[in-house]
């Protein structure tokens, strides 16, 4: 039973959960919500797993964001092209400022670019 007890809870991107699932794939059949979940990440994730870390190293250099690793996530997650999508993921106790949404959206549009 303690195998099922949740030591630690760490962001992954997108790409990591397709590498996982394909390695268990090679593995063993996929149950359904594993299924589901490939099928999901096959149709969403936008970046290759070399393009996500280079990324987040990028993103690390915005000040607000060097010590929140599940905004970065959900930054390269969702790939904000615009200021305004940027700013929709800010907590409300995170300030940016308009330099600092901007060199976010220049970073995902980069990247983006690449897909």
């Not at 996929?30 to 990324?55: G, I, P, R, S």
């Amino acid at each position: 039973m303690d195998a099922d007890k949740v030591m630690e809870i760490e962001p992954i991107s997108m790409a990591e959960v397709k590498e996982v699932l394909k390695t268990k794939r090679a593995e063993k059949e996929l149950n359904y919500e594993q299924e589901v979940t490939m099928k999901y990440v096959e149709k969403f994730a936008k970046l290759t797993q070399k393009q996500t870390d280079d990324l987040i190293k990028s993103l690390d250099e915005i000040s607000f964001l060097k010590e929140n690793k599940e905004l970065k996530y959900q930054i390269v997650t969702a790939l904000p092209t615009h200021m305004e999508q940027a700013r929709l993921f800010l907590p409300k106790d995170v300030e940016a400022t308009d330099d600092e949404l901007k060199k976010i959206v220049e970073l995902t549009k980069k990247f983006g670019d690449k897909i």
